[in-house]
Structure formats: C-alpha cells, structure tokens
C-alpha cells in the first residue's frame, strides 16, 4: 500500500507527529514534500490560528480568518488553503513522498489536497495523512482498501515511508 494514515486523540497531537517526522526525514536528506500544521494562541484565543508550513523550502501560509470573538462558523480560509496546495504542487517534481497533516473537511468535499494525493499515488509516491475522527468515515470512502493505519508512532512511520521511497 502506498496510502497510509495515523489518527491521534489528542487535538494537535497528529500536527506535532508529522511536523516533526517530516523535518526528520528532510534532515536525513530524503526527497520529502509536506504541509504541516502548527496552531497559534490557542491558550489565549476562542479558537486557534492555523498556520502550514510548505515543506521542504517554501512558505508559512495562515489558513485559518479572524471572524471575530463570537463566531462559531469554520475559521479555515479555503482561499489560503488553495493557495497551499498550489505551494505543494509546485514543489513535487522529484519528490519521493507526501506528507499532508490532514484529511479534513475540504478533502472530503473533493477539495484541498485531494487531487494531489490522488496525483502523488498516481506518481508512484507514498502518501501519509493525518486523519481526525470527523472525518475518518469520508475518508475511508475515499480510501477504501488502499489506505493502512499507522500507530502514531514516529519509527513504525518513518520505517513505512523509508520502505516504500523511490531511491
């Protein structure tokens, strides 16, 4: 299987998990490509700021709005989100895996990173995703038998990309 997600309990936990799997690899010299998620002043604000970093050279782009102390609606800024996954495309050419720090609502929908991962597996590439309980079920009909779950654990994952990367 070249599709593999890891699920986590805590909220952020997946975040750190693959943000720092992912640095490891590129430390290493591995041909990794990635988005991963890091959220800002979740101590002191209703709700978090979420920012991607675009791995392995690219930028921070903040995909989440202000929509004030009162809103309860989504903060994702679909726009910003779009313009991630431009970052990410752009950045694929000679890429041995993809790391994404999620399969959420937009991917769902048919949005997001979903045709790149679509494009990735194509290509050859393993892919791994953060995938959260909301939208476990949506991504499974994506997936159906092509995807495995993976103990959040940072060896079983780095054994599994490093097992499936193109040389």
């Not at 989100?81 to 050419?93: D, H, I, P, W």
């Amino acid at each position: 299987m070249m599709l593999a997600y890891v699920m986590t309990p805590e909220r952020g936990e997946t975040d750190l998990l693959l943000t720092a799997l992912a640095h490891r690899l590129l430390a290493e010299g591995r041909a990794v490509v990635a988005a991963v998620q890091s959220n800002q002043d979740c101590e002191t604000a209703p709700g978090c700021d979420m920012d991607l970093a675009i791995l392995p050279d690219g930028p921070v782009i903040r995909i989440s709005q202000n929509l004030g102390p009162e809103s309860k609606g989504c903060k994702l800024d679909a726009g910003a989100l779009e313009q991630a996954v431009e970052q990410v495309s752009q950045r694929m050419a000679g890429a041995r895996a993809l790391i994404l720090n999620k399969f959420g609502k937009h991917e769902a929908e048919g949005r997001g990173f979903r045709t790149l991962i679509g494009q990735a597996l194509a290509d050859g590439l393993p892919v791994l995703l953060g995938v959260n309980a909301r939208n476990a079920v949506a991504f499974q009909e994506f997936a159906g038998e092509m995807a495995a779950e993976l103990p959040a654990d940072p060896v079983v994952l780095t054994d599994w990309l490093a097992e499936r990367m193109i040389p």
